[in-house]
């Protein structure tokens, strides 16, 4: 003879007196069994029925748990209409949960009008029962002024009163508004803390900023190992933002072992979840040949969803790429439109292509005028090589009045940051006194610096010097140009 579990005997004997029965409470629990594999094997259709038997009864956690089932598609067909009227008969009859599932259908609009107002007041009230979703999605509410005015002091209360039940998402927010200062006082300290609690529950998000503070030394002591620690946890999820960033330090070899091909994995792994900055730094491995096989098709395709993701540097790569044809046929008239965009949002870079496009009239009319514009805007973000064409220009007179003075103060910004041309060009105005006082050594010091750089044209000028000029003047510019370079290490000594 089959054995009945005791389990269901025991709730039959508790529902003979019948009220048990009428209240919906012991098909309820029978449902919970089968719904949750206790004592009974699972079965979603025999918890269904019994959940539908409770919440005829009116039973509120039945008709909570079987609206959870319609609107989330759990062993019955989608129906978050049906999900709603049972979230309703539920939240009229006091229950919390039902009153937060009611106000997450309304601020979805799922199974009701999308009802910002609506979801707030009935977050309010499962929030006011003590139930952290509520709290935290009310919190929410008010962080960004939906459905309620914008209030940062009452997101901060509904967060924390959240986070200390143990609510992770709480916790992980409140993290990042004290990191911020946003509604508290900047505290990285205490950001650290609550990250920390959202972590050990295996948020990833949290495991990821966590690790990003010991990576930055931000509320802990700077420490690489716990950063990769937190990283990985967070990577094992599938964070795409932690498997950007450990691809990024296995492609640098910071603070792991150097692995370009553990790095295109990682950059894999994030590009392919529509992570942009993912995906252009892939690009940029198979246009290198890092971590993979050069190829320039795969660093075009790379580059291409990363810009139409609006990544401004991606942007601009994927506009070299149209104007060399690397990985694609070339067609000037594509680049200029990649790398407009990008100097649009402020790429230095782009800014200086695009003025480039315009003194050459590659694909659009040639207009000095514009090209100064971008070229100007690409300078003042130090961008050496948009300096240096500057300068020339305010030699030549070239879409901007002619001005010697302009002219070595845009070479002298290029020079110092070692950029050759300008340096050649800086030490021409030095030889001829365009700008400032004659000064063959100040010229000769500039011809050894880019010559040292392999600049051709600077060798054959700075062997031409060496035979005008005296030893005492060589020897002079030599040291001027050892000096410089002591202070800019990245540079080659002469």
């Not at 910071?254 to 994030?270: I, M, Y």
Request: proline residues 3%; charged residues 20%; aromatic residues 10%.
């Amino acid at each position: 003879m089959k054995r009945i579990p005791v389990a269901l005997l025991v709730l039959a004997v508790l529902g003979a007196a019948g009220w048990a029965w009428q209240t919906g409470i012991v098909p309820y629990k029978i449902g919970k069994m089968y719904d949750e594999g206790t004592f009974v094997p699972k079965d979603e259709t025999k918890a269904l029925a019994w959940y539908q038997h409770a919440a005829e009864q009116g039973n509120v956690e039945a008709e909570c748990r079987l609206g959870l089932m319609y609107f989330y598609e759990y062993g019955v067909s989608k129906d978050e209409a049906k999900a709603v009227v049972l979230f309703r008969e539920a939240a009229l009859q006091g229950s919390a949960k039902a009153q937060y599932n009611l106000g997450v259908a309304y601020a979805e609009g799922r199974g009701v009008p999308k009802d910002e107002a609506q979801a707030v007041a009935w977050f309010r009230q499962a929030a006011e029962q003590g139930n952290p979703k509520a709290q935290y999605n009310f919190g929410v509410m008010h962080d960004h002024g939906r459905g309620v005015p914008k209030d940062e002091a009452q997101a901060v209360t509904w967060y924390r009163k959240a986070a200390e039940k143990g609510l992770a998402d709480a916790q992980f927010t409140f993290g990042v508004m004290y990191a911020k200062g946003q509604g508290v006082p900047k505290d990285e300290a205490q950001a650290v803390a609550w990250y920390r609690k959202a972590a050990v529950q295996g948020l990833a998000d949290a495991q990821y900023n966590l690790g990003y503070m010991y990576a930055h030394g931000q509320g802990v002591p700077r420490d690489d190992v716990h950063a990769l620690t937190w990283y990985r946890k967070a990577v094992e999820q599938g964070l795409a933002e932690a498997q950007f960033t450990l691809g990024v330090l296995y492609a640098k070899g910071q603070g792991v072992p150097k692995d370009e091909a553990q790095a295109v994995a990682l950059l894999r792994k994030a590009a392919e979840q529509g992570h942009a900055k993912a995906q252009a730094n892939l690009g940029m491995m198979y246009a290198s040949g890092r971590g993979v096989p050069k190829d320039n098709t795969q660093a075009f395709t790379w580059y291409h969803k990363a810009a139409e993701q609006g990544l401004a540097g991606a942007q601009c790569s994927l506009g070299l790429a149209y104007a060399q044809g690397r990985g694609v046929p070339r067609d000037d008239s594509k680049a200029v439109v990649w790398f407009r965009k990008a100097a649009e949002q402020g790429l230095a870079e782009a800014q200086f292509r695009l003025g480039w496009a315009y003194a050459t009239g590659q694909s659009v009319p040639k207009n000095n005028a514009q090209a100064i514009t971008w070229w100007r805007k690409a300078a003042e973000q130090s961008y050496a090589m948009a300096q240096n064409n500057l300068g020339v220009a305010y030699a030549k007179g070239e879409g901007v009045p002619q001005d010697d003075a302009q002219a070595f103060a845009w070479l002298r910004r290029a020079a110092e940051q070692g950029d050759a041309e300008a340096q050649v060009n800086l030490g021409t105005a030095y030889a001829k006194g365009r700008g400032v006082p004659e000064d063959w050594v100040q010229a000769y010091m500039w011809a050894r610096l880019a010559a040292v750089q392999g600049l051709q044209k600077s060798i054959t000028w700075r062997d031409s010097l060496e035979k005008k000029l005296t030893s005492a003047q060589i020897a002079e510019g030599q040291k001027l140009a050892r000096e410089w370079l002591a202070a800019h290490p990245k540079a080659t000594a002469p």
